[in-house]
Nanobody, 121 residues
């Protein structure tokens, strides 16, 4: 499974971005998808996940009410809609996939290359 994240960029605080992660080489509809983020010197943070049917999602408390995860199995793509962005959301965002039907932050087998999100104050 190959994952390609896109949609990052520079945005002012309070703005919005939508990240996309396109998957290829596997049965996307059978993959649970996750989003992570990382800033230099910090551990990778689990942002959230969505099960393969898209009927169940989880987002971390740090982004709850601002970020939403969705997927389009017909397009083999998962999305991270980010609203009300804050400077502390600045990070490289990674998408990941696993065959396990789980919203856990653990067990991801496949990773995308990351896309940089920069939120200016």
């Amino acid at each position: 499974v190959q994952l390609q994240a896109s949609g990052g960029g520079l945005v002012q605080a309070g703005g919005s971005l939508r990240l996309s992660c396109a998957a290829s080489g596997g049965t996307f509809s059978r993959l649970s998808m996750g989003w992570f983020r990382q800033t230099p010197g910090k551990e990778r943070e689990f942002v959230g996940a969505i099960r393969w049917r898209g009927d169940s999602t989880y987002v971390a408390d740090s982004v709850k009410g601002r970020f939403t995860i969705s997927r389009d199995n017909a397009k083999n793509t998962v999305y991270l809609q980010m609203n009300s962005l804050k400077p502390e959301d600045t990070a490289v965002y990674y998408c990941a996939a696993k065959r396990e039907s789980s919203l856990s932050r653990l067990g991801y087998d496949y990773w995308g290359q990351g896309t940089l999100v920069t939120v200016s104050s």
